[in-house]
T-cell receptor, first 115, second 114 residues
Protein backbone atom coordinates (compact mmCIF):
# COMPACT_ATOMS: atom_id res chain seq x y z
CA UNK A 1 0.00 0.00 0.00
CA UNK A 2 1.14 3.51 -0.69
CA UNK A 3 1.13 6.36 1.79
CA UNK A 4 2.17 10.00 1.83
CA UNK A 5 3.38 12.05 4.77
CA UNK A 6 3.47 15.81 4.64
CA UNK A 7 5.62 16.72 7.58
CA UNK A 8 4.29 20.22 8.18
CA UNK A 9 0.60 20.98 8.50
CA UNK A 10 1.20 24.74 8.42
CA UNK A 11 4.06 26.83 7.07
CA UNK A 12 4.08 30.61 7.60
CA UNK A 13 6.60 32.63 5.62
CA UNK A 14 7.20 36.24 4.69
CA UNK A 15 6.76 37.49 1.16
CA UNK A 16 9.82 37.05 -1.07
CA UNK A 17 11.30 34.43 1.27
CA UNK A 18 12.12 30.93 0.02
CA UNK A 19 9.92 28.03 1.05
CA UNK A 20 10.17 24.25 1.13
CA UNK A 21 7.15 22.02 1.70
CA UNK A 22 8.18 18.53 2.66
CA UNK A 23 6.70 15.28 1.38
CA UNK A 24 7.75 11.70 2.04
CA UNK A 25 6.12 8.65 0.57
CA UNK A 26 6.18 4.92 1.03
CA UNK A 27 5.47 2.43 -1.68
CA UNK A 28 6.54 -1.06 -2.64
CA UNK A 29 6.33 -0.25 -6.34
CA UNK A 30 7.55 2.45 -8.67
CA UNK A 31 5.51 5.57 -8.33
CA UNK A 32 4.36 8.72 -9.95
CA UNK A 33 4.46 11.78 -7.69
CA UNK A 34 2.37 14.92 -7.80
CA UNK A 35 1.94 18.26 -6.08
CA UNK A 36 -1.43 19.96 -6.18
CA UNK A 37 -2.48 23.38 -4.92
CA UNK A 38 -5.92 24.25 -3.59
CA UNK A 39 -6.98 27.86 -3.19
CA UNK A 40 -9.87 28.63 -0.82
CA UNK A 41 -13.20 27.29 -2.03
CA UNK A 42 -11.69 25.81 -5.16
CA UNK A 43 -10.73 22.40 -6.50
CA UNK A 44 -7.24 21.00 -6.97
CA UNK A 45 -4.83 22.40 -9.52
CA UNK A 46 -1.83 20.37 -10.63
CA UNK A 47 1.44 22.17 -9.88
CA UNK A 48 3.87 19.58 -11.14
CA UNK A 49 4.43 15.86 -11.51
CA UNK A 50 7.26 13.38 -11.58
CA UNK A 51 6.81 10.43 -13.90
CA UNK A 52 10.37 9.48 -14.83
CA UNK A 53 13.62 10.99 -16.05
CA UNK A 54 15.15 14.06 -14.47
CA UNK A 55 14.66 14.13 -10.73
CA UNK A 56 14.23 17.91 -10.71
CA UNK A 57 10.77 18.81 -11.91
CA UNK A 58 9.67 22.33 -12.70
CA UNK A 59 6.04 23.31 -12.44
CA UNK A 60 3.78 26.28 -12.75
CA UNK A 61 4.01 29.51 -10.75
CA UNK A 62 7.77 29.12 -10.20
CA UNK A 63 7.55 25.96 -8.12
CA UNK A 64 9.89 23.01 -8.47
CA UNK A 65 10.30 19.68 -6.74
CA UNK A 66 13.07 17.12 -6.47
CA UNK A 67 12.47 13.40 -6.45
CA UNK A 68 14.86 11.59 -4.14
CA UNK A 69 14.39 7.85 -4.41
CA UNK A 70 16.84 6.92 -1.66
CA UNK A 71 15.10 9.20 0.82
CA UNK A 72 11.64 8.54 -0.65
CA UNK A 73 11.02 12.27 -0.72
CA UNK A 74 9.49 14.75 -3.12
CA UNK A 75 9.88 18.17 -1.51
CA UNK A 76 8.36 21.25 -3.12
CA UNK A 77 10.35 24.48 -3.28
CA UNK A 78 9.99 28.05 -4.43
CA UNK A 79 12.87 30.55 -4.16
CA UNK A 80 10.67 33.60 -3.56
CA UNK A 81 7.01 33.40 -2.58
CA UNK A 82 4.22 35.88 -3.17
CA UNK A 83 1.12 36.69 -1.21
CA UNK A 84 -0.87 34.94 -3.93
CA UNK A 85 0.87 31.64 -3.10
CA UNK A 86 -1.16 31.43 0.09
CA UNK A 87 -3.06 28.16 -0.32
CA UNK A 88 -3.07 24.53 0.74
CA UNK A 89 -0.64 22.20 -0.98
CA UNK A 90 -1.10 18.46 -1.37
CA UNK A 91 1.47 15.85 -2.25
CA UNK A 92 0.11 12.70 -3.90
CA UNK A 93 1.39 9.37 -5.15
CA UNK A 94 0.09 6.75 -7.53
CA UNK A 95 1.49 3.47 -8.73
CA UNK A 96 3.23 3.61 -12.09
CA UNK A 97 2.65 -0.04 -12.85
CA UNK A 98 -0.94 0.47 -13.82
CA UNK A 99 -3.88 -1.28 -12.25
CA UNK A 100 -4.41 1.26 -9.53
CA UNK A 101 -5.96 4.40 -10.78
CA UNK A 102 -6.35 6.22 -7.50
CA UNK A 103 -4.21 8.95 -6.07
CA UNK A 104 -3.16 8.70 -2.44
CA UNK A 105 -2.87 12.14 -0.89
CA UNK A 106 -1.04 13.56 2.06
CA UNK A 107 -2.93 15.56 4.67
CA UNK A 108 -1.89 18.85 3.12
CA UNK A 109 0.29 21.80 4.10
CA UNK A 110 -1.25 25.23 4.54
CA UNK A 111 1.17 27.83 3.27
CA UNK A 112 0.54 31.36 4.54
CA UNK A 113 2.57 34.14 2.99
CA UNK A 114 2.65 37.26 5.13
CA UNK A 115 3.56 40.75 3.91
CA UNK B 1 -10.87 23.07 -24.05
CA UNK B 2 -13.37 23.21 -21.19
CA UNK B 3 -12.27 21.76 -17.88
CA UNK B 4 -14.00 19.31 -15.60
CA UNK B 5 -17.37 20.65 -14.53
CA UNK B 6 -19.30 19.66 -11.44
CA UNK B 7 -22.88 20.46 -10.54
CA UNK B 8 -24.20 21.70 -8.28
CA UNK B 9 -21.38 23.65 -6.66
CA UNK B 10 -23.10 23.88 -3.28
CA UNK B 11 -25.77 21.76 -1.68
CA UNK B 12 -27.51 21.68 1.69
CA UNK B 13 -29.36 18.55 2.76
CA UNK B 14 -30.71 17.12 5.99
CA UNK B 15 -29.88 13.80 7.61
CA UNK B 16 -31.60 10.84 6.02
CA UNK B 17 -32.01 12.45 2.62
CA UNK B 18 -30.18 11.35 -0.48
CA UNK B 19 -28.15 13.41 -2.91
CA UNK B 20 -26.86 13.08 -6.47
CA UNK B 21 -23.80 14.91 -7.72
CA UNK B 22 -22.81 15.26 -11.35
CA UNK B 23 -19.46 15.43 -13.11
CA UNK B 24 -18.73 16.15 -16.75
CA UNK B 25 -15.18 15.21 -17.75
CA UNK B 26 -12.87 17.03 -20.10
CA UNK B 27 -13.76 16.28 -23.70
CA UNK B 28 -12.04 13.08 -24.76
CA UNK B 29 -11.42 11.90 -21.20
CA UNK B 30 -13.12 8.61 -20.52
CA UNK B 31 -12.07 7.85 -16.95
CA UNK B 32 -13.71 9.61 -14.01
CA UNK B 33 -12.66 9.36 -10.38
CA UNK B 34 -14.37 10.73 -7.29
CA UNK B 35 -12.73 11.91 -4.07
CA UNK B 36 -14.10 13.10 -0.75
CA UNK B 37 -12.30 15.88 1.10
CA UNK B 38 -12.96 16.55 4.79
CA UNK B 39 -10.91 18.45 7.37
CA UNK B 40 -10.46 15.32 9.46
CA UNK B 41 -9.75 12.64 6.87
CA UNK B 42 -8.28 14.75 4.10
CA UNK B 43 -8.66 13.59 0.51
CA UNK B 44 -9.94 10.06 0.12
CA UNK B 45 -10.61 8.07 -3.02
CA UNK B 46 -14.23 7.04 -3.50
CA UNK B 47 -14.39 5.23 -6.83
CA UNK B 48 -13.33 5.28 -10.46
CA UNK B 49 -15.34 4.64 -13.61
CA UNK B 50 -14.36 3.79 -17.15
CA UNK B 51 -16.56 2.64 -19.99
CA UNK B 52 -19.59 2.78 -17.72
CA UNK B 53 -17.99 0.27 -15.34
CA UNK B 54 -16.71 0.80 -11.83
CA UNK B 55 -13.07 -0.23 -11.88
CA UNK B 56 -11.93 0.63 -8.41
CA UNK B 57 -13.59 1.51 -5.13
CA UNK B 58 -12.31 3.09 -1.96
CA UNK B 59 -13.18 2.17 1.58
CA UNK B 60 -16.62 3.75 1.84
CA UNK B 61 -19.96 2.24 2.87
CA UNK B 62 -22.50 1.06 0.34
CA UNK B 63 -24.47 4.28 0.80
CA UNK B 64 -21.99 5.77 -1.63
CA UNK B 65 -22.56 4.72 -5.21
CA UNK B 66 -21.97 6.02 -8.66
CA UNK B 67 -22.40 5.42 -12.32
CA UNK B 68 -21.07 6.55 -15.65
CA UNK B 69 -22.98 7.22 -18.82
CA UNK B 70 -22.02 6.46 -22.41
CA UNK B 71 -20.87 10.07 -22.89
CA UNK B 72 -18.45 9.58 -19.93
CA UNK B 73 -20.40 11.88 -17.64
CA UNK B 74 -20.61 10.49 -14.15
CA UNK B 75 -22.90 10.82 -11.18
CA UNK B 76 -22.38 9.83 -7.59
CA UNK B 77 -25.16 9.23 -5.14
CA UNK B 78 -25.17 9.22 -1.38
CA UNK B 79 -28.22 7.74 0.31
CA UNK B 80 -29.36 8.14 3.91
CA UNK B 81 -27.11 11.12 4.48
CA UNK B 82 -25.22 11.44 7.76
CA UNK B 83 -23.68 14.53 9.31
CA UNK B 84 -20.24 13.10 8.57
CA UNK B 85 -20.96 13.13 4.86
CA UNK B 86 -20.52 16.90 4.87
CA UNK B 87 -17.53 17.38 2.63
CA UNK B 88 -16.15 18.71 -0.61
CA UNK B 89 -16.64 16.09 -3.31
CA UNK B 90 -14.11 16.32 -6.09
CA UNK B 91 -14.31 14.72 -9.49
CA UNK B 92 -11.27 14.12 -11.66
CA UNK B 93 -11.06 12.97 -15.25
CA UNK B 94 -8.26 11.37 -17.21
CA UNK B 95 -7.84 9.96 -20.68
CA UNK B 96 -7.99 6.35 -19.60
CA UNK B 97 -7.43 4.41 -16.39
CA UNK B 98 -3.91 4.22 -15.10
CA UNK B 99 -3.06 7.66 -16.43
CA UNK B 100 -3.10 9.87 -13.38
CA UNK B 101 -0.55 12.07 -15.13
CA UNK B 102 -3.39 13.26 -17.32
CA UNK B 103 -5.85 13.64 -14.47
CA UNK B 104 -7.49 17.00 -13.90
CA UNK B 105 -9.83 17.98 -11.09
CA UNK B 106 -13.09 19.87 -11.13
CA UNK B 107 -13.96 22.67 -8.68
CA UNK B 108 -15.91 20.32 -6.45
CA UNK B 109 -19.37 20.17 -4.94
CA UNK B 110 -19.58 21.30 -1.34
CA UNK B 111 -22.21 19.29 0.52
CA UNK B 112 -23.48 20.35 3.91
CA UNK B 113 -25.64 17.90 5.84
CA UNK B 114 -27.71 19.39 8.66
Amino acid sequence: AQSVTQLDSQVPVFEEAPVELRCNYSSSVSVYLFWYVQYPNQGLQLLLKYLSGSTLVKGINGFEAEFNKSQTSFHLRKPSVHISDTAEYFCAVSGSQGGSEKLVFGKGTKLTVNP
Amino acid sequence: KAGVTQTPRYLIKTRGQQVTLSCSPISGHRSVSWYQQTPGQGLQFLFEYFSETQRNKGNFPGRFSGRQFSNSRSEMNVSTLELGDSALYLCASSLTPGHEETQYFGPGTRLLVL
